[in-house]
Nanobody, 116 residues
Framework: QVQLVESGGGLVQAGGSLTLSCAAS????????MGWYRQAPGKQRDLVAQ???????NYADSVKGRFTISRDNAKNMVYLQMNSLKPEDTAVYYC??????????WGQGTQVTISS
């Protein structure tokens, strides 16, 4: 059974930085694409960043140049380094694991709040 546990959310001022972490278990981690999504109140859940099993990355336009996704296959971890944070980055951030068969697993989410 796949489990994803996020950590690292919190409250920071605009311009600050946060690093989110996601610990995965129950799957052959290195075979899966990993991603971070976010959902603000009243809005849909949107992709923030994704990293494939080969290490290719993809970012939402709104975070390009500010956020960096990375993974450590030896530790079954995926990270999201967030710099130059803006109030509009406020959301619940979810860790995502996508299997080669394109089945999605989700973490419970971690709140990120950016004050202006």
């Amino acid at each position: 059974q796949v489990q994803l546990v996020e950590s690292g959310g919190g409250l920071v001022q605009a311009g600050g930085s946060l690093t989110l972490s996601c610990a995965a278990s129950g799957s052959i981690f290195r075979l899966n694409a990993m991603g971070w999504y976010r959902q603000a109140p009243g809005k849909q859940r949107d992709l923030v960043a994704q990293i494939t099993s080969s290490g290719s990355t993809n970012y939402a336009d709104s975070v390009k140049g500010r956020f960096t996704i990375s993974r450590d296959n030896a530790k079954n971890m995926v990270y999201l380094q967030m710099n130059s944070l803006k109030p509009e980055d406020t959301a619940v951030y979810y860790c995502n694991l996508r299997t080669p068969a394109r089945y999605d697993f989700w973490g419970q989410g971690t709140q990120v709040t950016i004050s202006s």
